[in-house]
């Protein structure tokens, strides 16, 4: 039967009742969702070649009989099984050896003619160490350019790919939304034939050319997207805030420090914005630390002046509470308000959830924080006059967009920040649609965070040290990393440290845990009572990753360091350092590439973000090609910074296209891509 794309993957002959259940949970029900779970990389097994003509290090795929294969138990490590084998072909014969998998005796019988890929070695002669197999001539597992996907417990890669190639045939139903025009003059290939081709290219061209046209699709539809915001936003209009003078300088006079000179810069385009019959449209970006929120609250301040209502939208409701509470110290807690789960206060009253629309109709001037949902839901945004998006790569582009979308005859002003290092000039094409400002610089006297690769010999070491330190009352951040896919809120890693730290070596130290699983008010509860030191070791997920400012935590220790991208490990790295102590960070690695060392020593060099981005790109190897997630790179899933050309070209269509046809009414397909895309309702 002919596979189509809206078949559920169930339908997939071999894949298993738990492969469905586990793709599941990773999103991926059908087969368009199957074929949109793309390799992270590849090996190129592509050149077959015979036995005798091997040398070291080739990778290759071999192609041979099976003389003889046996399984033993090892020697020295009794759970570890060998199965040994060889093969033979008219040139020669070739040994082989299997770690750990010792049903290979069944499938790879004798006489079996098979296909076998991966690096050759010498161990007293040539051969194969855990190579891949199929019946000879498949080409499935072997002979071609292999296809490796990212993996969650209890999904093998080889029933992943063989469904993945029982799926393929449906990709021809991928329908082309591309215009003519485009395809052809930036020589891309069809999305069907990408679709396949990225999964199982036949030759290196091929591949690549799979990989451009999917990063022009994503880069292309954010560019319409922005293009269509541009033109949008010169027929709005927003309420004027004229410059007060006089509120800006008694702002800065109550200050505890002088503001950086990229804090001033900022501070008046935003001001200047602010004045414009227009609706601002900009993005603050500052490494971690810079001190965006200082910025965010002088731009605030002038609108309370003026009697206007704000909205502070925080991607966590942790970082709501914690924004409230540095806003209501910056502007005083009269007009600022807090609308969390648990919260619904302004001021220093509480309301109940119902009253408090109407009240904060009533109010004059006022700057509420909250979670995006719970302002968007329970408060209709279109009436505030600034709307403010703290750490706005944490937010998709669509939840940006329908901010822009609701208002119509009164748009607010949109002031967005986020910590992403990109430099201008990349920014400004990325992102559009929006007028940028940086923060280049840090505040002064900060000290650089000390940062070490900790390996497994010196860790022992390491945490006896972090106790003594504990003991004398420092504070400190241990962070896990996801190490199953399924495992999405990060439950299972933390509560395992937890327990075998407190067993052992901070048995009877107050510690606690951190995880996405805990309902709000746990959370904040155990956040709480880190700020107070009543626990000195919080055990977390990367939830903290984002924003937590509690200047008194001295160290952050990362675990399983390698398998954070370097924009992540910076992030985590933030959230000490903030204050007048010196602060420390250590990774520590489970296992240690080449490549990840490379990342690690990276980090422990410098403590710049707009260095450590830059490096982050150099140090992805050709094999490693869609990365966004570990990159730290914003809303693209293919496209990565060293795309900026791509970027341009696709804003060059973008912007030609919607001048010329405004509504796309002549691209129905490319319209509805769009809609579906970013839940765009005015292109109706
Ligand atoms: P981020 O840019 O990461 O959001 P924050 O706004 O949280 O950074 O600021 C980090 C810390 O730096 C805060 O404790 C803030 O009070 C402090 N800070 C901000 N600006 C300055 C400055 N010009 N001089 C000294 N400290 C500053
Ligand atoms: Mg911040």
Redesign the pocket.
Known sequence: MAAHLSDSIASLPGIGTQGVRILKTLGVVSLRDLLYYVPFRYDDFSTIKSIASLRVGDTVTVEGTIKTINSRRSWKRKKLSLTEATIEDATGTLSVLWFNQPYLEETLKPKTKVALAGTVEYRQGLILVNPLHEPAGQHIHTGRIVPIYGLTKGLAMRRLRSAMEKALPAAREFVEWLPRDVQTSESLPGLSEAMKAIHFPDTRDTLDAAVARLKFDEVFLHQLLFADVRRERRRLKAKVFSFDQVKAKDFLTRLP????LG?KKAAWDILRDLSQIHPMNRLLE?????????VAAMAIAQILEKRGKVAYLAPTEILALQQHT?LCRLLGEDHVGLLTHAYCRLGTVDFKRDDFEKQIKKQKGCCVVGTHALLGDRLPLPFFDLIVI?EQHRFGVAQRHALLERQKDHAPHLLS?T?TPIPRSLALTIYGDLDVSC?TEM???RKPIATAIVLQDQQEGMWKHLRGQIENGERIFIVCPLIDPSDRLGVQSVEETSVRLKAEVFKGLPIDVLHGKMKFDEKEKVMEAFRQGKVQVLIATTVVEV?V?I?EATVMVVLGAERFGLAQLHQLR?RVG?GEKQSYCYLLPDTLSDRSRARLEAMVKTNNGFELAQKDLELRGPGDLFGSQQSGFPDYQFATSADEDLMQKARHWAERLMEEDPTLSTYPLMRQKMKDAFEIVHLE
Do not use: H, Y
């Open positions: 420090f002088t503001l950086t804090q500052g490494d971690v630390g810079s001190g965006k929120t200082v540095t703290d920040m910590a923060l505040p002064k006297g924003g400012d200047p933030g903030r």
